[in-house]
T-cell receptor, first 116, second 108 residues
Framework: GAVVSQHPSRVICKSGTSVKIECRSL??????MFWYRQFPKKSLMLMAT?????????EQGVEKDKFLINHASLTLSTLTVTSAHPEDSSFYIC????????????FGDGTRLSIL | KNEVEQSPQNLTAQEGEFITINCSYS?????LHWLQQHPGGGIVSLFM???GKKKHGRLIATINIQEKHSSLHITASHPRDSAVYIC??????????FGQGTRLTINP
């Protein structure tokens, strides 16, 4: 079946560092990918919709310059948390839609980001 | 008021019990998704429903579009079923609106 791979699964880094998270669709082409953030014991919050070959669409309240999204190919989207601070610590998860599948989205395993 | 409400928020049961998780919503949808989030964070798709009922193994999902309500049932529950179960509304082609999740714990 379709698989979405997210890397890394866990990152611990110092404040001020920029962190890149990758989301890959392994056996299908994903024209659209989604990035979510999840706080402890809370539901997923959509951050942005990543469209291959065009600018991402950000949800209200999400800083575009803070969370840079690049979707340069049909199988890869990246989320870069720039100049990360402790308040950016969270669980980030991506999903991708396979146009040929009857499921709306396939999810990655998530990245747990901890900023010291 | 949230567009989608799940109940209960937390559920603890003994192994073997029949489990029901409910999802009510207030907006029009094209379909509804039941997801399972493991303790490590990964999310698995269980069902996508637009009408009626679906069954997969010990899991059963039902939806009543007129009443804007869906249920997820687990028969003969097992400790490995312990997870967070999330219902998500599908609006339009792609966007998902998530419920707050139900944390299920099955004790041996």
């Amino acid at each position: 079946g379709a698989v979405v791979s997210q890397h890394p699964s866990r990152v611990i880094c110092k404040s001020g560092t920029s962190v890149k998270i990758e989301c890959r669709s392994l056996d299908f082409q994903a024209t659209t990918m989604f990035w979510y953030r999840q706080f402890p014991k809370k539901s997923l919050m959509l951050m942005a919709t990543s469209n291959e070959g065009s600018k991402a669409t950000y949800e209200q309240g999400v800083e575009k310059d803070k969370f840079l999204i690049n979707h340069a190919s049909l199988t890869l989207s990246t989320l870069t948390v720039t100049s990360a601070h402790p308040e950016d610590s969270s669980f980030y998860i991506c999903s991708a839609r396979d146009p040929s599948s009857n499921q709306p989205q396939h999810f990655g395993d998530g990245t747990r980001l901890s900023i010291l | 008021k949230n567009e989608v409400e799940q109940s209960p928020q937390n559920l603890t049961a003994q192994e073997g019990e029949f489990i029901t998780i409910n999802c009510s919503y207030s907006v029009g949808i094209s379909a509804l998704h039941w997801l399972q989030q493991h303790p490590g964070g990964g999310i698995v798709s269980l069902f996508m429903l637009s009408s009626g009922k679906k069954k997969h193994g010990r899991l059963i999902a039902t939806i009543n579009i007129q009443e804007k309500h869906s249920s997820l049932h687990i028969t003969a529950s097992h400790p490995r079923d312990s997870a967070v179960y999330i219902c998500a509304l599908i609006q339009g082609a792609q966007k998902l609106v998530f419920g707050q999740g139900t944390r299920l714990t099955i004790n041996p």
